[in-house]
């Protein structure tokens, strides 16, 4: 049996009904509220329509007959159910959002309103070309913005989120060993131990088989161990750099000269690229493709898990394989690439691999991200990733008072710590994590990287002031504090207390998927 | 009947020519609550160490390996429609399948209870 | 800069905390040779300055609500009620993140559980994931998903399948092995595809309405397919046809794929848009992406959870179902919000305005000379055959102001059969004076 142990209780410790109960279950500010299935209805409706004329329909024969199934609000039920909603949440615009990894910065609104712009927002994919000029110029001028800030010659733009980034860079690794000659040997690729987890998913997903890399007692790919890995079977290898643990891989160039004197490629996962924006350029570092997160490094915002945005940079090498569709300018203005036929006659070399997505990429993201990168330009983005590398080593500094971290010295973006300020203390990570959310804070990323026992990861983004900062810290300490003070190991397993729900039953969820609403059955008199 | 232990944390025990398969206590434990359990068709074939079964708590998954080669006999249905049954009695009850070994050589190969504890415990 | 808090002042006092000397000294680890790079870009700018660059780009585009406006293939231009897009920007749900900790993303999860239970009614499935990138890469997926519970490699893509989703799908497919059987355009709509499947095949995918608006009966496919322990993908891209037509689940679809832009989404000129994902419930567990279940808290309260995790990326990792990561959060929230608002009734009126539109336009096509009709039975959107190359014509109109539809050669670039195809699409935005419009405008250019 293999084993992936995160190592966290999924089942809430039986904790007793709160006293204070309201007859409503509502407290105060926080409305409890039922599924729009419980309070809408199927002859109900918020919006109001034409009547239509009742002509003959010319379907086919296959009308829909009988019930859907859809509950309609009328719109102030439907602005109320929403809102009450949206006040169950934890956002960034609420406070500090630590979540290592994920970048959970401010979205500036500046951004919303140019993606909301009709010339943006209300163009479709497929109009003529000559009607959607602004549109692809725009596009370009990311993609411009994009390569300069990587120092790389290519970037595809269709991907749309970072995984399908990865998997874009991926396969055009892929692609360059079909045109080598060389897909059937190279099968290999290497990811360190301490990588996302969509990493060894896209290999797969491209037919590539994983070996893992260890990591040194400093948190960074074992040099060593890498170089023994290598062979004429590798395809490439897969980094993330700043690295999952905060760090910047200070070997990268070597990294880099190895695998490609083995004849394999550098993928470097570019979820992290926030923390050197215009410190350091992929492209200087021997990157073959990175992908980068519109929604973490430039500020789409992330909205409760998606859309994302994840533009892949391609080296000189990988250049010929990228995905259709493409922007080019030419003698008619700006034009799309969309076909491989029509890729080869306007770039002279290009052999796509394919086509990711039915348009042309997540142009409401570019908007956003180019409104953010415009706005900072380059001497902002240089004074955003230091400040956010400043944010973290000043939050890693304040925090080592109590808590351990998991690598000496300075970090980048964020700060790794171990859970071993806990051990004897009985308090379990997760339920430190979990007296965060009654404090008002978000939780960091916690089990990840699998490499650090009971991580925690924190990342503060340049968007917080030392003074949330400083709050943030003095309530993490005292938490810390009071752990190690024991008595309060009960307190921790029943946080959170103050949230709109105690602990959720995950084991119930996953052994009886309930996965829709289903009306439930007509209730049996009691007999 | 003689119990004997893989490293990945299978248990086997014979009874009679049939070999009969679990995971250890140790395993259950590490796991967490179970929630899934996928086994193997009924004639089926496996070479030691081959994917043979699927068990799954909220936050791992894991594949259980045969732990010896041959041909599976009959599945546990019982832990597939209550999965908690694995936390409950994983070295009993909470069996995963019945293997007609094709190599018994394997079996006497694999950990002797006390070797077992030792490297589980290490 | 003003999204830095961080003063000067701030970051001597936390340099000195810390224990450096510079900032750079934080970056230690940078090769020497590579740090801070000269960077060849404008430096900051105010919003002003920005809304005015952006304004300029904007205007060198004709957005669809500007035009009589026939384009469609796989998105379409419909009217979204202004409380959708008030609620998307409220912060909580802006600026939240996946709901890893369910206590304080309930609102999140909550939502989903709805859109999820809307997609799983609507397309006739037992169980919907919490969305995917759009329709094309759920379609792609499902062909994978297709492949982990057949355990067999091929794939029949049918004629009618939007040629973009048929590329994505290839792609994908290809990459692990898969052989992919793509036909060619189906525009009469003709093809036997019931004849291709065979014992090897995964799935047969097809589209309803397919890319030539043509309304599909899928029952047979759907019997053929069982017969051969094949699945059968359903993909839908004007989700708003499920209002009027059967859906594919009654059909006998195994799963149904889709794109929901129609439903609370812009165009944003080809995304973001929400990718929809159903299926039964027996395959539940070899879906990708992720999904919302409910549960009770400590206190015995309902509250929902992301569940069956062990599925994805984060756990299983080189076995996961999927690499898939972020979802359309918010774009399924606009979903989820605006089907609210339509409510069964509503959506049902929303789909018989659409097809009454596009046959009012259709006659009006007709009647222009020169035309053949290639489509009879039809949703919003019906395909005919220009007696001269479509895109010369789309363009000729598009200078008279009028967006006519999409030409076959942007769809079917290498395939010179197709070059004088037009598709057109109609919704509940069209008025009689954009179908005059657009018939007077064929007649001049014919």
């Given at each position: 049996?293999?084993?992936?142990?995160?190592?966290?209780?999924?089942?809430?410790?039986?904790?007793?009904?709160?006293?204070?109960?309201?007859?409503?279950?509502?407290?105060?500010?926080?409305?409890?509220?039922?599924?729009?299935?419980?309070?809408?209805?199927?002859?109900?409706?918020?919006?109001?329509?034409?009547?239509?004329?009742?002509?003959?329909?010319?379907?086919?024969?296959?009308?829909?007959?009988?019930?859907?199934?859809?509950?309609?609000?009328?719109?102030?039920?439907?602005?109320?159910?929403?809102?009450?909603?949206?006040?169950?949440?934890y956002a960034i615009d609420m406070g500090p959002f630590p979540l290592?990894?994920?970048t959970m910065k401010h979205n500036p609104r500046?951004?919303?309103?140019?993606?909301?712009?009709?010339?943006?927002?209300?163009?479709?994919?497929?109009?003529?070309?000559?009607?959607?000029?602004?549109?692809?110029?725009?596009?370009?001028?990311?993609?411009?913005?994009?390569?300069?800030?990587?120092?790389?010659?290519?970037?595809?733009?269709?991907?749309?989120?970072?995984?399908?980034?990865?998997?874009?860079?991926?396969?055009?690794?892929?692609?360059?060993?079909?045109?080598?000659?060389?897909?059937?040997?190279?099968?290999?690729?290497?990811?360190?131990?301490?990588?996302?987890?969509?990493?060894?998913?896209?290999?797969?997903?491209?037919?590539?088989?994983?070996?893992?890399?260890?990591?040194?007692?400093?948190?960074?790919?074992?040099?060593?161990?890498?170089?023994?890995?290598?062979?004429?079977?590798?395809?490439?290898?897969?980094?993330?750099?700043?690295?999952?643990?905060?760090?910047?891989?200070?070997?990268?160039?070597?990294?880099?000269?190895?695998?490609?004197?083995?004849?394999?490629?550098?993928?470097?996962?570019?979820?992290?690229?926030n923390a050197?924006?215009?410190?350091?350029?992929?492209?200087?570092?021997?990157?073959?493709?990175?992908?980068?997160?519109?929604?973490?490094?430039?500020s789409?915002?992330?909205?409760?898990?998606?859309?994302?945005?994840?533009?892949?940079?391609?080296?000189?090498?990988?250049?010929?394989?990228?995905?259709?569709?493409?922007?080019?300018?030419?003698?008619?203005?700006?034009?799309?690439?969309?076909?491989?036929?029509?890729?080869?006659?306007?770039?002279?070399?290009?052999?796509?691999?394919?086509?990711?997505?039915?348009?042309?990429?997540?142009?409401?993201?570019?908007?956003?991200?180019?409104?953010h990168?415009?706005s900072h330009?380059?001497?902002g983005?240089?004074q955003a990733s230091e400040d956010a590398v400043l944010n973290a080593n000043y939050v890693q500094k304040r925090l080592?008072?109590?808590?351990?971290?998991?690598?000496?010295?300075?970090?980048?973006h964020e700060a790794?710590?171990?859970?071993?300020?806990?051990?004897?203390?009985?308090?379990?990570?997760?339920?430190?994590?979990?007296?965060m959310?009654?404090e008002g804070y978000h939780?960091m990323?916690?089990?990840?990287?699998?490499?650090?026992?009971?991580?925690?990861?924190i990342e503060p983004t340049e968007t917080e002031s030392k003074r949330e900062l400083d709050l943030f810290c003095d309530a993490l300490l005292?938490?810390?504090?009071?752990?190690?003070?024991?008595?309060?190991?009960?307190?921790?397993?029943?946080?959170?207390?103050?949230?709109?729900?105690?602990?959720?039953?995950?084991?119930?969820?996953?052994?009886?998927?309930?996965?829709?609403?289903?009306?439930?059955?007509?209730?049996?008199?009691?007999? | 009947?003689?119990?004997?232990?893989?490293?990945?944390?299978?248990?086997?025990?014979?009874?009679?020519?049939?070999?009969?398969?679990?995971?250890?206590?140790?395993?259950?434990?590490?796991?967490?609550?179970?929630?899934?359990?996928?086994?193997?068709?009924?004639?089926?074939?496996?070479?030691?160490?081959?994917?043979?079964?699927?068990?799954?708590?909220?936050?791992?998954?894991?594949?259980?390996?045969?732990?010896?080669?041959?041909?599976?006999?009959?599945?546990?249905?019982?832990?597939?429609?209550?999965?908690?049954?694995?936390?409950?009695?994983?070295?009993?009850?909470?069996?995963?399948?019945?293997?007609?070994?094709?190599?018994?050589?394997?079996?006497?190969?694999?950990?002797?209870?006390?070797?077992?504890?030792?490297?589980?415990?290490? | 800069m003003r999204y830095l808090p961080l003063n000067d002042a701030d970051r001597r006092e936390m340099l000195a905390v810390v224990?450096?000397?510079?900032i750079?000294?934080l970056?230690?680890?940078?090769?020497?040779?590579?740090?801070?790079?000269?960077?060849?870009?404008?430096?900051r700018?105010?919003?002003?300055?920005?809304?005015?660059?952006?304004?300029?780009?904007?205007?060198?585009?004709?957005?669809?609500?500007?035009?009589?406006?026939?384009?469609?293939?796989?998105?379409?231009?419909?009217?979204?009620?202004?409380?959708?897009?008030?609620?998307?920007?409220?912060s909580?749900?802006?600026t939240?993140?996946?709901?890893?900790?369910?206590?304080?993303?309930?609102?999140?999860?909550?939502?989903?559980?709805?859109?999820?239970?809307?997609?799983?009614?609507?397309?006739?499935?037992?169980?919907?994931?919490?969305?995917?990138?759009?329709?094309?890469?759920?379609?792609?997926?499902?062909?994978?998903?297709?492949?982990?519970?057949?355990?067999?490699?091929?794939?029949?893509?049918?004629?009618?399948?939007?040629?973009?989703?048929?590329?994505?799908?290839?792609?994908?497919?290809?990459?692990?092995?898969?052989?992919?059987?793509?036909?060619?355009?189906?525009?009469?709509?003709?093809?036997?595809?019931?004849?291709?499947?065979?014992?090897?095949?995964?799935?047969?995918?097809?589209?309803?309405?397919?890319?030539?608006?043509?309304?599909?009966?899928?029952?047979?496919?759907?019997?053929?397919?069982?017969?051969?322990?094949?699945?059968?993908?359903?993909?839908?891209?004007?989700?708003?046809?499920?209002?009027?037509?059967?859906?594919?689940?009654?059909?006998?679809?195994?799963?149904?794929?889709?794109?929901?832009?129609?439903?609370?989404?812009?165009?944003?000129?080809?995304?973001?848009?929400?990718?929809?994902?159903?299926?039964?419930?027996?395959?539940?567990?070899?879906?990708?992406?992720?999904?919302?279940?409910?549960?009770?808290?400590?206190?015995?309260?309902?509250?929902?959870?992301?569940?069956?995790?062990?599925?994805?990326?984060?756990?299983?990792?080189?076995?996961?179902?999927?690499?898939?990561?972020?979802?359309?959060?918010?774009?399924?929230?606009?979903?989820?919000?605006?089907?609210?608002?339509?409510?069964?009734?509503?959506?049902?009126?929303?789909?018989?305005?659409?097809?009454?539109?596009?046959?009012?336009?259709?006659?009006?096509?007709?009647?222009?000379?020169?035309?053949?009709?290639?489509?009879?039975?039809?949703?919003?959107?019906?395909?005919?055959?220009?007696?001269?190359?479509?895109?010369?014509?789309?363009?000729?109109?598009?200078?008279?102001?009028?967006?006519?539809?999409?030409?076959?050669?942007?769809?079917?670039?290498?395939?010179?059969?197709?070059?004088?195809?037009?598709?057109?699409?109609?919704?509940?935005?069209?008025?009689?004076?954009?179908?005059?419009?657009?018939?007077?405008?064929?007649?001049?250019?014919?």
């Amino acid at each position: 049996m293999a084993m992936n142990d995160q190592g966290r209780p999924t089942r809430p410790t039986n904790i007793g009904a709160n006293e204070k109960r309201t007859f409503t279950g509502n407290r105060a500010l926080e409305i409890e509220e039922a599924l729009i299935f419980e309070i809408g209805d199927a002859g109900r409706s918020g919006v109001d329509l034409d009547e239509p004329t009742g002509a003959p329909s010319r379907l086919g024969g296959l009308e829909r007959e009988g019930e859907i199934g859809l509950p309609g609000l009328a719109e102030p039920e439907a602005m109320r159910h929403y809102v009450r909603l949206s006040q169950k949440n934890y956002a960034i615009d609420m406070g500090p959002f630590p979540l290592g990894s994920c970048t959970m910065k401010h979205n500036p609104r500046l951004n919303e309103k140019m993606a909301r712009l009709p010339g943006f927002a209300d163009i479709h994919p497929l109009q003529p070309e000559k009607t959607v000029q602004g549109a692809l110029e725009l596009i370009d001028t990311l993609a411009h913005w994009l390569k300069t800030l990587t120092g790389m010659p290519a970037v595809a733009m269709s991907p749309k989120a970072g995984a399908h980034g990865e998997l874009c860079g991926m396969m055009a690794i892929k692609a360059a060993l079909v045109a080598r000659g060389e897909v059937e040997t190279r099968k290999r690729v290497l990811v360190p131990e301490s990588a996302h987890g969509t990493n060894p998913a896209t290999a797969v997903q491209c037919g590539f088989t994983v070996d893992d890399i260890p990591a040194t007692e400093d948190g960074r790919v074992d040099l060593e161990a890498f170089k023994a890995k290598l062979g004429p079977d590798v395809a490439g290898i897969m980094v993330t750099n700043p690295n999952t643990c905060g760090l910047f891989e200070r070997e990268i160039r070597e990294i880099a000269d190895a695998v490609h004197e083995a004849g394999g490629y550098f993928y470097c996962d570019g979820a992290n690229f926030n923390a050197i924006v215009c410190k350091a350029r992929p492209g200087d570092l021997g990157v073959d493709a990175m992908h980068i997160n519109l929604h973490k490094t430039f500020s789409t915002p992330h909205g409760g898990g998606g859309p994302g945005s994840g533009p892949t940079v391609l080296s000189e090498a990988l250049a010929p394989f990228a995905p259709v569709p493409f922007v080019v300018f030419g003698p008619h203005g700006h034009h799309l690439a969309e076909s491989r036929a029509e890729a080869s006659e306007v770039v002279e070399g290009a052999q796509p691999f394919g086509r990711m997505t039915a348009f042309h990429g997540q142009m409401g993201m570019f908007v956003r991200a180019l409104s953010h990168m415009m706005s900072h330009g380059s001497d902002g983005l240089r004074q955003a990733s230091e400040d956010a590398v400043l944010n973290a080593n000043y939050v890693q500094k304040r925090l080592s008072a109590e808590m351990t971290p998991a690598f000496p010295g300075f970090c980048m973006h964020e700060a790794l710590f171990d859970d071993s300020f806990l051990d004897g203390t009985g308090v379990a990570t997760i339920d430190f994590a979990k007296a965060m959310i009654d404090e008002g804070y978000h939780p960091m990323t916690m089990y990840f990287p699998l490499v650090v026992h009971g991580a925690m990861l924190i990342e503060p983004t340049e968007t917080e002031s030392k003074r949330e900062l400083d709050l943030f810290c003095d309530a993490l300490l005292s938490l810390a504090r009071e752990a190690k003070a024991g008595g309060a190991v009960e307190k921790f397993a029943a946080a959170p207390v103050f949230a709109p729900r105690r602990r959720l039953d995950e084991t119930a969820a996953a052994r009886k998927p309930v996965l829709r609403y289903v009306e439930p059955a007509p209730a049996q008199a009691a007999e | 009947m003689t119990t004997k232990f893989t490293k990945e944390h299978e248990w086997v025990r014979m009874e009679g020519d049939v070999a009969v398969v679990g995971i250890t206590p140790h395993a259950a434990e590490q796991l967490g609550d179970v929630v899934f359990v996928e086994l193997p068709d009924i004639g089926k074939s496996f070479k030691e160490n081959d994917d043979m079964a699927v068990v799954e708590s909220v936050k791992a998954a894991s594949d259980v390996y045969a732990p010896i080669s041959g041909e599976i006999l009959e599945i546990n249905d019982a832990i597939v429609e209550d999965p908690a049954k694995v936390n409950e009695d994983p070295a009993g009850a909470a069996w995963f399948v019945k293997i007609r070994p094709s190599n018994p050589a394997e079996f006497d190969a694999l950990m002797d209870e006390a070797q077992y504890k030792e490297f589980a415990g290490s | 800069m003003r999204y830095l808090p961080l003063n000067d002042a701030d970051r001597r006092e936390m340099l000195a905390v810390v224990g450096a000397s510079a900032i750079d000294d934080l970056f230690e680890d940078v090769p020497n040779e590579a740090l801070n790079p000269e960077i060849d870009l404008p430096r900051r700018q105010g919003e002003l300055q920005v809304e005015r660059a952006f304004a300029g780009l904007a205007s060198k585009n004709v957005p669809a609500s500007s035009v009589p406006f026939f384009v469609g293939a796989g998105a379409y231009k419909h009217h979204v009620p202004a409380t959708v897009d008030h609620i998307i920007q409220r912060s909580e749900f802006l600026t939240s993140y996946t709901p890893y900790q369910p206590e304080v993303a309930q609102g999140t999860l909550q939502y989903l559980f709805e859109f999820q239970s809307q997609v799983a009614a609507l397309t006739g499935m037992d169980v919907a994931n919490a969305s995917m990138y759009d329709g094309s890469t759920a379609t792609a997926e499902a062909a994978l998903m297709a492949r982990r519970v057949t355990k067999k490699s091929k794939v029949v893509l049918s004629g009618g399948l939007h040629p973009h989703y048929a590329a994505v799908t290839r792609t994908n497919s290809e990459l692990v092995g898969d052989t992919v059987l793509r036909l060619g355009p189906d525009a009469d709509g003709t093809q036997d595809l019931i004849g291709l499947i065979d014992d090897d095949t995964s799935c047969v995918v097809v589209q309803t309405p397919d890319i030539f608006g043509r309304v599909r009966d899928l029952a047979p496919i759907a019997e053929a397919a069982h017969a051969k322990g094949a699945l059968l993908v359903a993909v839908v891209t004007e989700i708003v046809s499920l209002g009027a037509l059967k859906s594919p689940g009654e059909m006998g679809a195994d799963i149904v794929v889709g794109e929901g832009q129609s439903i609370g989404n812009a165009l944003n000129f080809g995304g973001p848009y929400v990718g929809l994902f159903a299926t039964r419930q027996k395959y539940v567990r070899q879906a990708p992406g992720r999904l919302c279940g409910e549960t009770t808290d400590a206190e015995g309260q309902r509250g929902f959870v992301l569940t069956l995790s062990t599925r994805e990326q984060h756990i299983r990792r080189d076995k996961a179902t999927s690499n898939i990561c972020t979802n359309s959060g918010l774009c399924c929230l606009a979903f989820t919000i605006h089907m609210s608002l339509l409510g069964e009734a509503g959506l049902k009126k929303l789909a018989r305005l659409n097809h009454e539109a596009a046959c009012r336009t259709y006659d009006a096509v007709a009647a222009v000379p020169g035309v053949e009709m290639l489509t009879d039975r039809f949703f919003n959107e019906f395909a005919v055959r220009l007696p001269k190359n479509a895109e010369g014509v789309v363009d000729a109109l598009a200078d008279r102001g009028v967006l006519a539809g999409v030409p076959g050669g942007r769809l079917w670039p290498d395939n010179p059969e197709m070059e004088n195809v037009l598709l057109v699409a109609a919704t509940e935005t069209t008025t009689d004076d954009h179908i005059a419009a657009l018939a007077s405008a064929l007649k001049e250019v014919l």
